[in-house]
């Protein structure tokens, strides 16, 4: 059984950090791409961050760029540093699993349950 476990998320101030976690199981972590999305209310989920399957390559949004960091350990574990926290960065985030790497959240085949991010102003 497949399943995406993210954590690290809470209510933060603005200019603030939080480490996201995502402890991956019952599949092949190593043979997948891995991906960061988030969802604000009223808004369609949106790509974070992905991370190739052996770490070798990695791409951002443009609205994190410079202020994130996505990586991956053999420990089956995804992270999402992100620094510099700003309000319109509150949302679910959601980490999910793509064989082949890529940003379209279409494409990804397996989804966690996401974890809150509230920045305060």
């Known amino acids: 059984q497949v399943q995406l476990v993210e954590s690290g998320g809470g209510l933060v101030q603005a200019g603030g950090s939080l480490r996201l976690s995502c402890v991956a199981s019952?599949?092949?972590?190593?043979?997948?791409?891995m991906g960061w999305f988030r969802q604000a209310p009223g808004q369609e989920r949106e790509f974070v961050a992905a991370?190739?399957?052996?770490?070798?390559?990695t791409a951002y949004a443009d609205s994190m760029k410079g202020r994130s960091t996505i990586s991956r350990d053999n420990a089956k574990t995804l992270y999402l540093q992100m620094n510099n926290l700003k309000p319109e960065d509150t949302a679910v985030y959601y980490c999910a699993a793509v064989i082949d790497y890529g940003v379209r959240s279409s494409n990804y085949d397996f989804w966690g349950q996401g974890t809150q991010v509230t920045v305060s102003s």
């Open positions: 019952g599949f092949t972590f190593g043979t997948y791409c």
């Open positions: 991370v190739s399957w052996n770490g070798g390559r």
